[in-house]
């Protein structure tokens, strides 16, 4: 079964080299012919080659495989289906974006079964800098389908010497995983930037981690998926690297300084997202709460900080 991949981001790019054999599209034609004359995505992955069975379009009229890899960001993922969703719809769908939508409140693959009620869907999640995955650094990642023969042949098709998928039938457990430890990332990237110290980091990424499993459990996922991959696996990655956007952009947000608006950066649009689910599920989320203010420029460092110190004492 053939593969393609919908967005030549970092991402994108990145699981095009590991898997070889894919057609990687992208919506701008010059990108397209730039990445096509050069074999190197140079503005999101310099200086790794593009695999010579890896062919670049801008035509999604060219794009005819089975199994397409959608890696575009959160918040453009409806929008795009939207769009383009007709094309796609006979097609095995595996979301690779990590989010809240803002408006609906649902994860990547609830998108997809909203735009494309009939369309077969799953998520591949976990924790990877595109960076690691390109260069052919082992990586572990999870494949989660409600479908499981659907999973179990996806986790075949997409695995590959140096990429193991582990599968996982908790679809809502793996989409709150990978959203939410974006968000306590930034808090633990404001704790850093700020200078508060790795003591106070760790704190946060354990009260953060309270916090992912508190809205996952209430929303249905398992317990177990949160300590896999796709939760604990992905926050102790994301929370501990300055290969992550959203650690960096929350270092900028401690230092009060600006951070450069054209990066994804999934955690701030899901912090917000949570914010707002969390109150209306009657849910306590206080470092989802403080980062959705730091990032709406509702508060500043200094007053999250003392917002959360000054919380009543509780247990555990
Ligand atoms: N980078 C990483 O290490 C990892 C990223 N992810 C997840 O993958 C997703 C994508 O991230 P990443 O690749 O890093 O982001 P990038 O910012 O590097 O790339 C985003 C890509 O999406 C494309 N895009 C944006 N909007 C649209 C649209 N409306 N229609 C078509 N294409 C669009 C962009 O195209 P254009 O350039 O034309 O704007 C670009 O190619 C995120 O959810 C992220 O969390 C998951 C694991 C690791
Ligand atoms: O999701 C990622 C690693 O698993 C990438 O993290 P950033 O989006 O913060 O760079």
Known sequence: MSVA??????????????????TLWCRDPAQAEALQSKRENAAKLPGVPLPEGVSI??????????????????????????????????????????????ELMIGPVGVIQSVLPDAQAALLTGPSFADDIARGLPTALTLACADRALGMALQEQLSTSHLRLYRNDDVIGAELGGALKNVIAIAAGVTIGAGL???ARAALMARGYAEMQRLALSLGAQ????????????????????????????????RGEAFDSATTVEGAATARAVAKLAKSQGLD?????????????LITMPEALAALLARPLTDE
Not at 227 to 253: M, P, V, W
Not at 285 to 297: D, H, Y
């Open 57 to 102: 379009t801008s035509d999604l009229g060219q794009v005819s495989a089975e199994t397409v890899l959608l890696a575009i960001p959160m918040q453009q993922t409806r929008p795009f289906l939207k769009t383009h969703g007709a094309a796609l719809r006979d097609r095995q769908l595996v979301a690779c974006s990590k989010g809240v939508d803002l």
């Open 285 to 297: 989320m206080p470092v989802t709460r403080m980062v959705a203010a730091l990032v709406e420029g």
């Open 197 to 199: 110290g790795e003591s």
């Open 5 to 22: 991949i919908l967005g030549a981001g970092a991402f994108g790019t990145a699981l095009a080299c590991a898997l070889g054999d894919v």
């Open 223 to 254: 317990p177990d998926t949160l300590a896999g991959l796709s939760g604990l696996g992905d926050l102790i990655l994301t929370c501990g690297s300055e290969k992550s956007r959203n650690f960096r952009y929350g270092a900028a947000l401690g």
